[in-house]
Nanobody, 123 residues
C-alpha cells in the first residue's frame, strides 16, 4: 500500500502561482511513477504531469507545458507541482497518484490516490 497526502491548494488570481506537495508513505520503490491529475465537476480525471522515482523522467499535458513543473525530493518522499501563470481554466481539484504499472498517463493505471486539493484561479 501507498499513502498519499496532498497540500498547497488555494485561491489565486490569474497569472499567479501555487505549489502543490504530495507526501508519500508506505511501499514506495524505484519502480514507482507518481503523477498529478485534475478533475472538474462532471468530468473525468485528466492527466497533468508525471515523474519517475529518480526524477529524471517527466512528462506534461500539453495544456500545462511551459507553465507547470513537477519535481521530487526523495529524502522527503515528496513530489511537487509548481504551477505558474495560472489561468481560470486550471481551476480543479488536483490529485496526486502513484502507479507501479509503468509510464502511464491514464488515470485507470494509477492504483493509489490522495484525497485531492482544490485549486481555484480567479479572473
Amino acid at each position: 500500500q501507498v499513502q498519499l497526502v496532498e497540500s498547497g491548494g488555494g485561491l489565486v488570481q490569474a497569472g499567479g502561482s501555487l505549489r502543490l506537495s504530495c507526501a508519500a508513505s508506505g511501499r514506495t520503490s524505484k519502480s514507482i511513477v507518481m503523477g498529478w491529475f485534475r478533475q472538474t465537476p462532471g468530468t473525468e480525471r485528466s492527466f497533468v504531469a508525471k515523474i519517475t522515482w529518480s526524477g529524471t523522467g517527466t512528462a506534461y499535458a500539453d495544456s500545462v507545458k511551459g507553465r507547470f513543473t513537477i519535481s521530487r525530493d526523495n529524502t522527503k518522499n515528496t513530489i511537487y507541482l509548481q504551477m505558474n501563470s495560472l489561468k481560470p481554466e486550471d481551476t480543479a481539484v488536483y490529485y496526486c497518484a502513484a502507479t507501479f504499472s509503468g509510464w502511464s498517463s491514464e488515470a485507470s493505471e494509477y492504483a493509489y490516490w490522495g484525497q485531492g486539493t482544490q485549486v481555484t484561479v480567479s479572473s
